[in-house]
């Protein structure tokens, strides 16, 4: 790897988000480990959607779906572990993490798959609403679904387990998410650097010349949507098992839009962006939410000032445009 | 004789009351350019899309390369060997003019769902793509942003893209439009050359190129082709005089 510019910011990065909790370990205030686990999660989700949105051009408006059925899943298969019942068809639940991230991604691949499939068809504004609407609809399912606690949402009673890792203990917790999440942005590297990659990039830029040269535009942005939709999926499942507890929320338009804030926070299809941005945002909401309960409304000029003068988010700001080989 | 590699029999294509396609019967052979020219409005652009799959044609059938294409999605046509250029150049801004080539290179290759291996790692693709860009004279600006580079030199890269896809036909829509003379003259030799690779189906308004490169014209005008001939039978054509060249004939 070289060290551009670029490459060192995003190491001082990961660096920081690991220190933080070790240092806050180490002085005994397991509150900051909560924050930066946060920024981990949301961090990961919002890579998830940095592969649609910054790499192939898809401003899905619904990614909030995929971020709670990840959600759900953990709440669900837990608390039927917890019961003893069966979920579907005699299939018992479980409280081990890595089941419960491997349904989390399939569940929400296979509904990015319906919904990207359907919502692919159209572009541009079209397509962030129909996004929206397909949210809507998963969250208002989830409201009046009475068995999983509807509007109230679901209680994880005990941290789900990880094999050989006593999950209760945060920093334990923690590094599991600061784990997946650098695996997770890895994968994004990879991907974006690849073929598939490459023809996601160009059905960006340019539709018709993708075309052209003989790829179809659609099955290519349908699988980047798919797999969007399963990195953001495994996110959920960990913010429910951080917050113990999973609820309509993380189902909420609130929550795609605060993903898409995110990104742009930090910059569009950088590799680092959704953590650049994540950090940010905790950061706001934690400095800021403590004086006052309008911290959004300063989010906002932030936000605002980002869109006009630095395009490139936070890494863009400090990195410099991106390059392209 | 030999068969046509591209075969288009009896297009029609209406908008509302408009017959924009009226009844179009035309072919490209092997080897040949065949110059498609027409006014301002006779359909040229409305023929085109039918060809690359943009448009689907209201009735009437288009052969390419030993099957009917008619049905076929733009990427499907490209596929089996239908490169083109646009009037407008088409690209991909931020990629380089080598990524923009190997794009067209992995698509012949055929799979695009590769997740792993890095594309700018993959020689074989990079060199591949350097060969055509060395083809259009591209070698030197093959790491500048396509965005960058000149409009004559986008020009070039999509004719590097096309050379890239192996095409078996060339669909060229106004290459010349927005060349200086320079860069008309130059792109006319190339153009020369390049009909031994595969014939051209050449729209065009530079009447000078028409006639330095076509070996057969088709005149189009309000849908319809009027005449089809060499350029000299086209030249004598009344109908086309009158209809079109003018000055030029």
Redesign the interface.
């Known amino acids: 790897m070289i060290l551009t510019r670029e490459n060192l910011i995003n190491l001082i990065l990961a660096a920081a988000l690991l220190a933080i909790p070790l240092i806050a370990n180490a002085a005994g205030q397991p509150f900051y480990i909560t924050l930066a686990t946060r920024v981990a999660i949301l961090a990961l989700a919002a890579t998830g959607l940095n592969l649609a949105l910054g790499v192939g051009g898809l401003v899905s408006f619904g990614h909030a779906a995929f971020f709670g059925i990840g959600g759900y899943v953990a709440g669900i298969l837990a608390s039927h572990s917890f019961s003893g019942e069966p979920v579907l068809f005699g299939l018992s639940g479980t409280n081990q993490m890595w089941i419960i991230w491997l349904v989390a991604m399939a569940l929400a691949g296979v509904v990015g798959l319906a919904i990207g499939a359907i919502s692919l068809r159209t572009s541009g504004v079209y397509f962030i609403m129909i996004t929206l609407a397909f949210a809507q609809m998963v969250y208002y399912f989830a409201v009046s679904w009475p068995a999983y606690g509807g509007e109230d949402g679901l209680s994880i009673l005990v941290r789900n387990q990880f094999p050989g890792v006593m999950t209760m203990v945060p920093m334990n917790f923690f590094l599991i998410c600061y784990v997946i999440l650098l695996v997770g942005i890895a994968l994004f590297a990879v991907i974006r650097a690849s073929r598939f990659g490459a023809a996601l990039q160009a059905a960006r830029q340019n539709e018709v010349r993708v075309a052209t040269v003989g790829i179809q535009p659609y099955r290519i942005r349908l699988t980047g949507f798919v797999l969007s939709a399963m990195i953001t999926g495994l996110a959920g499942a960990l913010f429910a098992d951080l917050n113990r507890f999973v609820s309509p929320s993380m189902l909420s338009w609130h929550m795609s839009g605060e993903l898409i804030v995110l990104i742009i926070l930090g910059g569009t299809g950088r590799l680092f962006g959704p953590l650049a941005g994540a950090a940010l945002y905790v950061a706001f909401e934690y400095a800021l939410g403590g004086i006052t309960e309008r911290w959004q409304f300063f989010l906002g000029l932030i936000l605002l000032l980002v869109v006009l003068f630095a395009r490139g988010g936070l890494v863009g700001l400090l990195a410099g445009k991106a390059k392209h080989g | 004789m030999v068969e046509p590699i591209l075969q288009i029999s009896n297009l029609v294509k209406n908008f509302g009351a408009l017959r924009a396609t009226d009844g179009v019967t035309l072919d490209l052979r092997p080897g040949e350019i065949h110059a498609l020219i027409g006014p301002n409005g006779a359909g040229k652009s409305t023929l085109i899309h039918q060809i690359?799959g943009?448009l689907r044609q209201d009735s009437g059938s288009i052969r390419f390369a030993g099957q009917d294409v008619g049905g076929l999605?733009?990427?499907?046509r490209?596929?089996l060997g239908l490169g083109?250029t646009?009037q407008v150049s088409?690209?991909?801004?931020?990629?380089?003019a080598?990524?923009?080539v190997?794009?067209?290179a992995?698509?012949?290759e055929g799979?695009?769902?590769?997740?792993?291996?890095?594309?700018?790692r993959?020689q074989g693709l990079i060199d591949k793509a350097m060969a055509m860009l060395e083809r259009v004279g591209l070698t030197e600006r093959a790491?500048i942003?396509a965005a960058e580079l000149s409009h004559g030199e986008r020009r070039q890269l999509e004719i590097a893209?096309a050379l890239?896809?192996q095409s078996k036909a060339f669909l060229l829509d106004e290459p010349m439009a927005g060349m200086g003379p320079e860069g008309s003259k130059a792109l006319t030799r190339f153009l020369d050359t390049l009909r031994q690779e595969a014939p051209i189906l050449l729209v065009e308004h530079d009447m000078d190129a028409v006639f330095a490169l076509a070996d057969r014209i088709s005149v189009l005008v309000y849908g319809r082709v009027i005449a089809t001939g060499t350029v000299d039978e086209i030249r004598r054509d009344p109908t086309v005089r009158s209809a079109y060249l003018g000055d030029h004939g």
Not at chain 2, 90 to 95: H, L, R
């Open positions: 690359c943009t999605s733009v990427a499907e490209a596929r083109r646009f088409s690209i991909a801004p931020e990629f380089s080598l990524r923009n190997m794009l067209a992995q698509a012949k799979s695009s769902f590769r997740f792993f291996k890095p594309v700018m993959d790491r942003p893209m890239a896809l």
